[in-house]
């Protein structure tokens, strides 16, 4: 079993909706937690924190429950410039960074 | 302020030869990590230095890879020899120690043939 698990997708949604992306971790030592966008060809870049209160960044909502080891992000009123992999990054601590496989999202005119 | 710079950004070479990729972090960047990411997968933890330690290098494949973080700056991964399996897209990403954040270099694109 992986350390960070996520739904590969491809999630093939339209403008406008709402779409949820789940994430688990195996490590229930881990620190802090992240969700990271990346476009095709490109570098990953971070997309926000995540914390245990839960978190908002305008159309983009993350949350974190500790006790199922479980980390979300949901996406607002979905754009086309949304389209790109979103990953989820577990903190074990120290700086020590592990990746989940990344969740494809679509969206469509 | 200059981000994480890598280089080379693309890499083609034929099996068994070697090849180096080369990463300068953010400044002040502490902590330097080396990820491979492969076509729809993603990155995976090659090596992590603490300045000049490698603190993590458990997942490299030592029998080909070596890297090396001389001074607590600049860092080179080396593959010798290359196998087909090693065609990727080799990350280099640095954070402050203090910090959580990871900032990643564009990346170097390697091909086998």
């Known amino acids: 079993r992986k350390e960070v698990e996520q739904d590969p997708g491809p999630f093939n949604v339209p403008e406008g909706a709402t779409v949820a992306f789940n994430c688990t971790y195996s490590?229930?030592?881990?620190?802090?937690f992240f969700w990271y966008r990346q476009d095709c060809r490109k570098e990953p870049k971070l997309l926000m924190s995540?914390?245990?209160s839960g978190n908002e960044d305008g159309r983009f909502t993350a949350q974190l429950n500790r006790a199922s080891q479980y980390i979300s992000l949901l996406i607002r009123d979905s754009k086309l410039s949304d389209s790109a992999t979103y990953l989820c990054?577990?903190?074990?601590?120290?700086?020590?960074?592990?990746f989940g496989a990344g969740t494809r999202l679509t969206v469509k005119p | 302020e200059a981000g994480v710079v890598q280089s080379p950004r693309y890499k083609i070479i034929e099996k068994k030869q070697p090849v180096a990729f080369w990463c300068n972090p953010i400044?002040?960047?502490?902590?330097l990590y080396w990820y491979l990411q492969n076509l729809g997968q993603g990155p995976e933890l090659l090596i992590r230095?603490?300045?000049?330690?490698?603190?993590?290098d458990s997942q490299l494949p030592k029998d080909r890879f070596s890297a090396e973080r001389l001074k607590g700056v600049d860092s080179t991964l080396k593959i010798q020899p290359a196998e087909l399996g090693d065609s990727a897209v080799y990350l280099c990403?640095?954070?402050?120690?203090?910090?959580?954040?990871?900032?990643f270099g564009e990346g170097s694109w390697l091909t086998v043939v």
């Open positions: 990403a640095s954070s402050a120690r203090s910090g959580n954040t990871i900032y």
């Open positions: 490590n229930s030592a881990s620190q802090s």
């Open positions: 995540v914390y245990s």
């Open positions: 990054v577990v903190n074990r601590g120290n700086n020590d960074m592990r």
């Open positions: 400044s002040g960047h502490n902590t």
């Open positions: 230095y603490e300045n000049e330690e490698a603190v993590d």
